[in-house]
Antibody
């Protein structure tokens, strides 16, 4: 069974940093492209980033480019999202996603990041 | 900036059929955008219903089907049931790089 367990959410001040992690199990992590998607309270889904299977290629939505960095440790089956220069509008539930290809996504349960003073 | 469009809300009677659509602010949706659909009930993580235009994810009943209708992607639900009442999101793969979600459709079964 595919399991994706996010952690690292919490309250952070504007301008601060936060690192999210996603522990993956139940599939070949090193062979999978991974994504982050977020959802602000009461709002819709927004794709944030994608990293390829060996971590050599990442791509980001314009709203986070230059501030967020996605990385992975295939030896530990872990995906990470380093979030810097956080803004109030980054407040959201962040979902870790395994991409199976062509839009088939396996979703984690999400972790809430609140950016507020 | 390209926007992916969905109806904000829709209603269907129990046992009825409803078609939700997913379009582009400019241009037509084609299979090359790999339109995919997700269902989310409040407080829960989304789950994949349809991917690659018309392929049902594992365990999804055949009451759910995907297609291209005109210039949009479509999700059709036949024989609507009470637990189909949810938010439905589509996503498109744009510029061969980015996934962009639509704003979601809130479906009411009444």
């Amino acid at each position: 069974e595919v399991q994706l367990v996010e952690s690292g959410g919490g309250l952070v001040q504007p301008g601060g940093s936060r690192r999210l992690s996603c522990a993956a199990s139940g599939f070949t992590f090193s062979g999978s492209w991974m994504h982050w998607v977020r959802q602000a309270p009461g709002k819709g889904l927004v794709w944030v980033s994608r990293i390829n299977n060996d971590g050599s290629n990442t791509i980001y939505a314009d709203s986070v480019k230059g501030r967020f960095i996605s990385s992975r440790d295939n030896a530990k089956n872990t995906l990470s999202l380093q979030m810097n220069s956080l803004r109030v509008e980054d407040t959201a539930v962040y979902y870790c996603i395994r991409g199976r290809g062509f839009g088939e996504f396996d979703w984690g349960q999400g972790t809430l990041v609140t950016v507020s003073s | 900036q390209t926007v992916v469009t969905q109806e904000p809300s829709f209603s269907v009677s129990p046992g009825g059929t409803v078609t939700l659509t997913c379009g582009l602010s400019s241009g037509s949706v084609s299979t090359s955008y790999y339109p995919s659909w997700y269902k989310q009930t409040p407080g829960q993580a989304p789950r994949t219903l349809i991917y690659n235009t018309n392929t049902r994810s594992s365990g999804v009943p055949d009451r759910f089907s995907g297609s291209i209708l005109g210039n949009k992607a479509a999700l059709t639900i036949t024989g609507a049931q009470a637990d189909d009442e949810s938010n439905y999101y589509c996503v498109l793969y744009l510029d061969s790089a980015f996934w962009v979600f639509g704003g979601g459709t809130t479906l009411t079964v009444l």
